[in-house]
């Protein structure tokens, strides 16, 4: 396959540093000039929220509709997701829409989310509208399939074995930053575990990563103190909005047009679209304009 190339970089319009420390000033100085800066600068920020990246969230059991544990899972989100909107309107967001993308979508208790924040659920496009967005924050992630001692480790399901966006492999953090990226919106921060964490910083290295616990198989790890992990995320949310006011950085953009394969566990149905190249009885490679296309082609 050929090497992936990436477009990244730094938008031509960031301020200088001496200005980033005169702007985080501004927003330190007061709870009123905070008020004032989010109003001017307007920041939106989308919040895509997973669980198997929760603080708190080591087995699968957690993250499973119908199982008793369930219910511990979703309080261990609704905790990082208030930590993370919180973050997000102490940084000078002005607008925030978190949007639940796990399994079957419905995992929000929407009475004890942050009541300044709007609530995408259930299964609807991920993407369409996102253009609005000054940033995406990919909340609760988790890393890509197989990943060593990583928790509940996969990559968009655990059907998939490996995938590979312009013969680069990818999990879910390029996955979603290339889509995103697609529509000109940049992934401001990520949180999850350790393994994620520098998943994530190897492909963006600006992406401000909030660990909140450390892997060391796929359902077991060390889970940092509830109050520590939920102030991690407050703070990082809010340093990424920071930095955002200031120097918005240019969207994860595969060069077009993108090549994605994919490597099934078993064996899956033949591809109904004659353009889909089969590679071997599980892996079937297509080439799209762009990611969220070429995806799309696979099913
Ligand atoms: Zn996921």
Known sequence: MKTAKVLIGTAAACLTMGAFAAENANVTASAGARGNSAQESGMKIKIFCDMEGISGILAKSQVTHDHPRYAEGQRCLMGDLNACIQGCFSGGAAKVTVQDIHSTCRNIVWDELDGRAACIAGPTSRFQGIEEFDGLILL???????????????????????????????????????????????????????????????????????????????????????????????????????????????????????TVRLEWVERPALPGNPAVKIIDARTYEVTGENAEKAINMLF
């Open 140 to 258: 609760g992630y988790h890393a890509m399939a197989g990943t060593p001692n990583a928790i509940l480790a996969h990559t968009s399901s655990h059907a998939w074995k490996n995938f590979w966006m312009n013969g680069e492999k990818a999990g879910e953090f390029a996955f979603e930053a290339a889509r995103a990226g697609e529509h000109g919106v940049p992934v401001i921060m990520a949180s999850g575990d350790d393994k994620f964490c520098r998943e994530a910083k190897a492909l963006i290295s600006e992406v401000v990563a909030v660990e909140v616990k450390t892997g060391a198989a796929f359902e077991a790890g060390t889970l940092l103190p509830k109050t520590v992990a939920h102030q991690k995320i407050r703070q990082g949310a809010e340093e990424a909005v920071r930095k955002l006011r200031v120097c918005k950085p240019k969207p994860y953009v595969l060069s077009s047009p993108v």
